[in-house]
């Protein structure tokens, strides 16, 4: 149990819809990011949020977009979906400052 | 592009043995480098980490060397369990952001052969 929940597990979506995944952070975690993980590649940082501003992003397009909640939950909305956003994403939370954030186990996200 | 290059793709090694995976960064801003397991359907936990100022760092089985004038580090797993069998990513980042904003590498499967 890493106190980072991640919904849903899996999910299939058609190219061209949109989708939100949700993250739930340890109370307390104010920092989240978001990472995309393609089939047998490494993370790839998308943004972080802190204090529900965007405070940082990776080079992903404007159609991923997010927001972070006072109850220390967080989405990651993708609009316009293609074959390629087909990945693992995760989010990762902690306090700020602190070191060594804790993953989520991810959404599998499969566009056809 | 800012990259994390990670070697060997994967790695097999006998029960008791030494596995080495190493690491090359490219951009001098980073100074943390933490090393994360991912086992499969899990997301990545981290393992190990360590800043520049430092030139090795170990937990229990766990080494991290660094070497800043080659801007490489690696990761020594000491008497290696089939329970150390996993994907290995090494990763980069700038410290003020306490390990976001991550730059991974590929990743290194390691299977431990009983």
């Known amino acids: 149990e890493t106190g980072v929940t991640q919904s849903p597990t899996h999910l299939i979506k058609t190219r061209g819809q949109q989708v939100t995944l949700r993250c739930s952070s340890q109370s307390g975690h104010n920092t989240v990011s978001w990472y995309q993980q393609a089939l047998g590649q490494g993370p790839q940082f998308i943004f972080q949020y802190y204090r529900e501003e965007e405070n940082g992003r990776g080079n992903f397009p404007p159609r991923f977009s997010g927001l972070q909640f006072p109850n220390y939950s967080s989405e990651l909305n993708v609009n316009a979906l293609e074959l390629d956003d087909s990945a693992l994403y995760l989010c990762a939370s902690s306090f700020s400052g602190g070191e060594g954030y804790t993953f989520g186990s991810g959404t599998r996200l499969t566009v056809v | 592009q800012q990259q994390v290059k990670q070697s060997p793709q994967s790695l097999i090694v006998q029960k008791g043995g030494i596995s080495i995976i190493n690491c090359a960064y490219e951009?001098?801003?980073?100074?943390?480098f933490p090393w994360y397991q991912q086992f499969p359907g899990k997301g990545p936990a981290l393992l190990i980490a360590?800043?520049?100022?430092?030139s090795e760092k170990k937990e229990g089985r766990f080494t991290i060397s660094f070497n800043k004038s080659a801007k490489q580090f690696s990761l020594h797993i000491m008497d290696s369990q089939p329970g150390d069998s996993a994907t290995y990513f090494c990763?980069?980042?700038?410290?003020?952001?306490?390990?976001?904003?991550?730059?991974f590498g590929e990743g290194t499967q390691l299977t431990v052969n009983p």
């Open positions: 951009n001098t801003a980073f100074d943390y």
């Open positions: 990763a980069g980042g700038p410290a003020e952001t306490s390990g976001s904003r991550l730059t």
């Open positions: 360590i800043r520049p100022d430092v």
